[in-house]
């Protein structure tokens, strides 16, 4: 497969997918968008990955390269097709680049939370074969409040509706990180935006036990990680 990547901050890779993407032989072309990277022709790409940021969806004034990524995420999903797998940012892409809204919630969630599958969860063809309760790390104060057109909801908790979901047959989008590698963490607490949010809402004692509690749930995010990566590869025709 060709995958092509869009970045938006250096330390918010694609993390263990790389990892995994690269043991199976496929050829990783990653965009740096926030660093003036261009968008190439979409056409030779098997499979697109959008990854997480601290930019808003709405920011277009701030950071004028989301207008072009929201017209190739739309053009890739509705007019190719083919398989979009968003984490976080790009789960809120996903949405508002096909007509869906995504706004502030109440209160951030960040850290460790659980979230359930939905009925549809259960009866997609990737996610039916994940756990039907699963701990997430969180870190992120937008959610999507309106899906778009054909969109079903896979999996959801009280904090936030829309933790991960469907459009048509090939887009996913989930609102948490399991593509997360040990260093992480540590690695987005020198981000300035990331790290308000976490002192905010587990404070900044809790924040330096984070590293430690993420730890043992490494493993678990891994197994869930290669169980989605072999679903995506299922998609591609």
């Not at 979230?115 to 992120?140: K, N, V, Y």
Request: hydrophobic share 45%; charged share 15%; net charge negative.
């Amino acid at each position: 497969m060709k995958i092509l990547i869009f970045q938006h901050l250096a330390c918010e890779t694609a993390g263990i997918f790389i990892e995994l993407w690269t043991a199976d032989g496929h050829s990783l072309h990653v965009i740096a968008l926030d660093e003036g990277d261009q968008i190439p022709p979409l056409e030779s790409y098997d499979l697109l990955a959008v990854m997480g940021g601290p930019m808003d969806v709405w920011q277009e004034a701030e950071h004028p390269w989301l207008i072009a990524e929201k017209a190739a995420i739309k053009h890739w999903v509705q007019t190719l097709n083919r398989p979009y797998f968003g984490i976080c940012l790009g789960h809120q892409l996903l949405a508002v680049s096909l007509g869906g809204e995504a706004r502030p919630m109440p209160r951030s969630e960040v850290g460790l939370t659980q979230i359930s599958q939905t009925g549809a969860g259960r009866s997609d063809p990737i996610f039916a074969h994940l756990p039907a309760e699963m701990t997430t790390l969180q870190w992120h104060g937008v959610e999507v409040t309106t899906l778009p057109a054909d969109t079903v909801v896979l999996a959801s908790n009280t904090a936030c509706a829309v933790q991960a979901m469907r459009v048509g047959r090939h887009a996913y989008g989930v609102q948490y990180h399991l593509e997360i590698l040990p260093s992480t963490v540590i690695d987005w607490q020198t981000i300035q935006e990331y790290r308000a949010a976490l002192h905010a809402v587990i404070g900044a004692d809790a924040a330096q036990t984070l590293e430690a509690e993420v730890a043992p749930h490494l493993p678990e995010f891994r197994r869930i990680a290669v169980q989605i990566n072999q679903g995506l590869k299922a998609l591609i025709v």
